[in-house]
């Protein structure tokens, strides 16, 4: 084969595998002004500097119940939310194990509703939790363990394989973001003004069984160790959120594991009193999730509670982070007000 050739092979592939990776781009969701909910795990890699105190992990109940930014400006806590819709155990062990790799946080808060959840559930919600994270074994271990009966993992680390149909959905933003991204979380929290009251919510419906499944205990198990092996101490909660319904059994079983294991359980459901919520107020969807209000309550509440069982520093004297969260409070503020500003109780 001559050396021309070659080099007429070797252009020709590389225009093809270019083409490839810009298709790719085009077509993947870019999660930016609809479904914002799976852009957010890949936001924690743009932090300039990971050095948080907490870290939570879980579904939207942390994601959308939990603010960041109260708890730096009143108790100068560093946190991160790594959330995503739906995010079942598993999914959590391993993106807390994908964290690891960048930090070593004090403390870890796991959102306790995804016990429900004993096997694989969604491609959607998969992708959600899975697509934003970069590669790493913990990452192939996660969609090995998440994909449902119709997915493979081919089509992870090729999403143009998955999304190649796309073309009839395409819109603006995926052209806009096709090379640059937009943030839509505050360090990991999802934030609305707007207010539906819970009115006529459900009661839970009789269950055959209320023991949490195997594989769900196996992963919480893998947590604790995982969390202990690192030295840091993992904090159990249930969010204040009304809906889906968190059982009497549910809870029982979650304060018996955290006494065997060692660990805090905080029902905050049970404390909505305590905190303030007003869920005729607090929540912009009847219930199912806090708004910027009942957020900064519930999250106010939470604090208090590190502060003074793990004795968190204030590191408000940190110039290197004060600076940081100064500019993160102006973003704070200005979606605040683009959302149309505080409502008046």
Request: proline share 3%; with cysteine; charged share 25%.
């Amino acid at each position: 084969m001559t050396r021309q050739k070659i080099v007429r092979i070797g252009l020709s592939a590389s225009v093809i595998g270019i083409s490839l990776i810009l298709l790719q781009r085009l077509l993947v969701p870019k999660y930016v002004t609809d479904v914002v909910e799976g852009r957010m795990i890949a936001e924690y890699y743009e932090e300039s500097d990971k050095d948080h105190d907490v870290i939570f992990i879980g579904d939207c109940e942390v994601y959308e119940n939990f603010s960041p930014q109260v708890l730096w400006d009143d108790y100068g806590i560093n946190s991160y939310i790594r959330g995503s819709a739906q995010q079942l155990v598993w999914q959590s062990y391993y993106l807390l194990e994908d964290t690891l790799r960048y930090e070593q946080p004090d403390v870890v808060v796991f959102n306790v509703l995804a016990m429900k959840y004993n096997t694989p559930q969604n491609e959607a919600y998969n992708r959600m939790s899975l697509e934003g994270m970069r590669w790493s074994w913990s990452k192939v271990l996660s969609i090995e363990a998440s994909m449902t009966e119709e997915e493979n993992l081919i089509e992870y680390v090729f999403p143009l394989l998955r999304y190649h149909s796309r073309w009839q959905e395409l819109g603006k933003d995926d052209i806009t973001y096709m090379f640059r991204t937009k943030q839509v979380s505050f360090n990991g929290y999802y934030m609305r003004t707007d207010i539906k009251p819970a009115e006529n919510v459900p009661e839970g419906k009789k269950l055959a069984d209320y023991t949490f499944g195997d594989n769900a205990y196996l992963y919480l198990d893998k947590m604790v160790q995982l969390c202990k092996d690192n030295g840091i101490r993992l904090v159990l909660i249930k969010a204040p959120s009304l809906y889906p319904y968190w059982y009497d059994e549910w809870d029982e079983q979650m304060e018996q594991y955290a006494a065997q294991n060692g660990l805090l359980y905080v029902n905050l459901l049970e404390a909505a009193d305590e905190i303030g919520l007003d869920y005729s107020r607090d929540t912009y969807d009847g219930g199912l999730h806090l708004n910027l209000y009942g957020a900064e309550k519930t999250t106010r509440y939470l604090g208090r509670i590190l502060q003074q069982e793990y004795g968190l520093a204030d590191r408000h004297q940190d110039a290197r982070l004060e600076a940081e969260w100064q500019a993160k409070a102006a973003a704070y503020e200005a979606e605040i007000q683009r959302q149309g500003g505080y409502k008046e109780p």
